[in-house]
């Protein structure tokens, strides 16, 4: 199937949501700036993860950074192969989410889940309408409604599953190859 880009549509709204993500990297750039290792006297300290504000602001900006690059190329291959609203919304429903995930994180572990399963929920939306478009030539998702429900569900469980199914194996062999030579020989 042959993708040609839309470009006679609005993209306010995937402008915004990148800018939104750039908005809430810098925020959360202060967040970690404002929560540094209190141990003024030994600067090796600030990467101690013993400090747990420090460690909650320093994987929220690093969260962000890594996910960078999933949320950019999705909504804006997205908004110029599919649908630029579309694109949009979730870009915007994932960027407010995310913005969550350090209060929720400083209340207790688990709630971090919150923000990072409705930001996976937008992206696998994103990611199988792309490959469901360039392999079949038809969308996933038709649009963003209560009848499209199930699709878009299905949607974030075919990018979970994705994911786990590379992730857990790669993951286990990782540890596998990368482990010292006294604990290979278990």
């Known amino acids: 199937m042959v993708l040609h880009p839309n470009l006679e549509q609005d993209f306010t709204l995937p402008v915004l949501a990148t800018v939104g993500w750039a908005a809430m990297t810098q925020a ?3 967040i970690q700036i404002c929560n540094s290792h209190p141990n003024k006297e030994n600067l090796s300290k600030r ?3 013993s400090h747990l504000p420090w460690k909650i602001a320093d994987r929220t900006i690093m969260n962000s950074v890594e996910q960078a690059f999933t949320f950019g190329s999705l909504v804006w291959m997205h908004a110029i192969f599919v649908d630029a609203p579309m694109a949009g919304t979730l870009g915007l429903i994932a960027v407010v989410a995310r913005t969550l995930y350090p209060l929720l994180r400083g209340v207790t572990e688990l709630l ?3 923000s990072t399963q409705p ?5 696998g939306v994103l990611a199988c309408n792309l490959i469901s478009l360039s392999l079949r030539g038809t969308l996933f998702v038709e649009e963003l409604s209560w009848g499209q429900a199930p699709a878009m569900f299905g949607a974030y469980l075919s990018w ?3 994911a786990v199914a590379y992730g857990v194996p790669a993951g286990i062999l990782l540890g596998k190859l990368a482990a010292p030579a006294d604990e290979k020989k278990e």
Do not use: A, K, N
Request: hydrophobic share 55%.
């Open 28 to 30: 959360f750039g202060l």
């Open 47 to 49: 990467f101690d993860y």
């Open 112 to 114: 971090m889940e919150l």
């Open 119 to 123: 930001y996976q929920f937008c992206m």
């Open 160 to 162: 979970m599953i994705g």
